[in-house]
């Protein structure tokens, strides 16, 4: 079945360690997403991508950085985690951009300790 | 500012019907999407609205109002499975997608 994967699942590292999380699909979609949602809260737009050209949102912290090196795979990676970076970091991709749904990865829930 | 609002959290009963409403405030407008949430899951597509009226699919409809800047989504038959958050999110003029909060519906026998 085409999807959204991503690892790992659960993810722990320490406060300040570098860590990288990981997203591929199958769907052969050309825009990519990376969100950052807490518990009982809307979903953050960290990223995204339409095919490899890349776009930042505005009030993405510097400690963010993301990779697309081809249509399949993109990598987030938090340079030095802080403790209210704990969260769920959810991938997702549309066919394009405009109004398309988005389909989700299962999400990476990320603890900092 | 762009804004959604909708209710934090909604009690219903198994078997009945529930309506969760939400109100948009956007640069533009491009639709309206409903997503599903379950605890510690990932958000699944709902539906999507963008001219006014209701859009029914199965158990579950969806309706615009552009020019009050309403949704809501009504969910028929309760089971006990729709037990969720559902987020409501509109696309503004530069298709961005901003993300309400989500309503959490509690689902009692």
């Known amino acids: 079945d085409a999807m959204v994967i991503q690892n790992p699942r659960y993810q722990v590292t320490q406060f300040g360690k570098p860590v990288t999380l990981s997203c591929s699909q199958t769907?052969?979609?050309?825009?990519m997403y990376w969100y950052q949602q807490k518990s009982s809260q809307a979903p953050k737009l960290l990223f995204h991508?339409?095919?490899?050209?890349?776009?930042n949102e505005a009030d993405t912290p510097d400690n963010f950085q993301s990779r697309r090196p081809n249509t399949s795979f993109c990598f987030l990676d938090i340079r030095s985690p802080g403790l209210g970076d704990a969260a769920m970091y959810l991938c997702?991709?549309?066919?394009?951009?405009?109004?398309?749904?988005?389909?989700f990865g299962p999400g990476t829930r990320l603890t900092v300790t | 500012g762009q804004n959604i609002d909708q209710p934090t959290e909604m009690t219903a009963t198994e078997g009945a019907i529930v309506q969760i409403n939400c109100t948009y405030q956007?640069?533009?407008?491009?639709?309206l999407f409903w997503y599903q949430q379950h605890a510690g899951e990932a958000p699944t597509f709902l539906s999507y609205?963008?001219l006014d009226g209701l859009e029914e699919k199965g158990r579950f409809s969806s309706f615009l109002s552009r020019s009050k800047g309403y949704s809501y989504l009504l969910l028929k038959e309760l089971q006990m499975k729709d037990s969720a958050s559902y987020l409501c999110?509109?696309?503004?003029?530069?298709?961005?997608?901003?993300w309400g909060a989500g309503t959490k519906l509690i689902i009692k026998p």
């Open positions: 956007t640069s533009g407008f491009n639709g």
């Open positions: 769907l052969n979609h050309n825009v």
């Open positions: 997702a991709t549309s066919r394009e951009a405009g109004a398309y749904e988005q389909y």
């Open positions: 609205n963008v």
């Open positions: 991508y339409y095919d490899k050209d890349f776009n």
């Open positions: 999110a509109a696309m503004d003029s530069n298709y961005q997608l901003i």
